[in-house]
């Protein structure tokens, strides 16, 4: 994944997921493109003649210029190619206008002014509509080994299926790959692609998998997964993305907004 589109925003999960972006360039070469969107819509009740919007315009502008300073000083000293996007406009069109020609687009799970939980209206917007995969990295995130285990949540629908394609080109790096599926009583008729699929799939790509079927039990999908991947001290979930709202923060089914509410890891989603 040598292009790699990394969203720029106040957000508590910043510097997470620049340095996730930095480790992942390094790794595979890549380049880091920075995309930072302003938009300067602010809503005020009965600012009929924009006076709120107006006082507003000089504080967000230069809000925005002291986190483009800051976060370049950083990139100057990193060895790895950048280069910045400064776009007026809001967030997830500006992403989407740019994603055709990335191979891999960086979020954060909450955006600025939250509490950090996810997921944000940003990210289901992004991750329904982008053409590239969606690598969500919480706030405590330190570092991205591609090299580490990492984990496939499976459940044989063409989600997960594209989320593992999608990830290959991690899945290829990492040491070890496990494909989870989470057994619920009517799952067997559900779904038409069988774990023993993906894992060919993978195969014909030189990755080897372990298969590991996880009874769903009294937990959460979203915990019993996080649990799995836990236990195997994996770096990485990837998982299909599940929607049909076209309201933005319902866009994501409720397993990915269970596991985007507080990720435990980052996650890769591919809808």
Not at 81 to 89: L, Q, T
Not at 117 to 140: E, F, I, Q
Request: proline residues 6%; negative net charge; aromatic residues 6%.
């Amino acid at each position: 994944m040598k292009s790699i589109l990394l969203h720029i925003d106040h957000d508590k999960a910043m510097q997470a997921r620049l340095q996730v972006a930095l480790d992942i360039a390094r790794s595979t070469n890549g380049h880091i493109t920075c995309l930072q969107a302003v938009s300067y819509e602010v809503f005020a009740p009965g600012d009929f003649y924009g006076s709120a919007i107006a006082a507003a315009m000089p504080v967000i502008k230069e809000n925005a210029d002291n986190l483009r300073a800051r976060i370049e000083a950083e990139l100057d000293h990193e060895g790895v190619p950048w280069d910045w996007r400064f776009v007026y406009g809001i967030a997830p069109h500006r992403l989407l206008e740019a994603s055709p020609l990335a191979d891999i687009v960086i979020l954060g799970p909450a955006e600025a002014g939250t509490d950090g939980r996810g997921p944000s209206a940003l990210v289901g917007d992004v991750v329904m509509k982008v053409p590239v995969p969606v690598l969500v990295v919480p706030g405590d995130a330190r570092s991205f080994d591609v090299g580490a285990p990492m984990l496939v949540a499976w459940n044989g629908s063409a989600e997960s299926a594209h989320a593992l394609r999608a990830a290959v080109p991690l899945l290829a790096c990492s040491v070890k790959v496990t494909l989870a599926c989470v057994i619920e009583e009517d799952d067997r008729a559900r779904f038409d692609l069988p774990s023993t699929e993906g894992a060919k799939y993978l195969s014909r790509h030189g990755i080897d998998c372990e298969i590991v079927e996880i009874p769903r039990g009294q937990a959460s999908i979203a915990d019993t997964l996080f649990s799995a991947a836990q236990m195997r001290e994996c770096g990485l979930m990837v998982m299909g993305a599940y929607g049909h709202s076209r309201l933005a923060e319902l866009l994501l089914g409720g397993v990915t907004r269970q596991m985007l509410s507080e990720p435990q890891m980052p996650v890769l989603l591919a809808h």
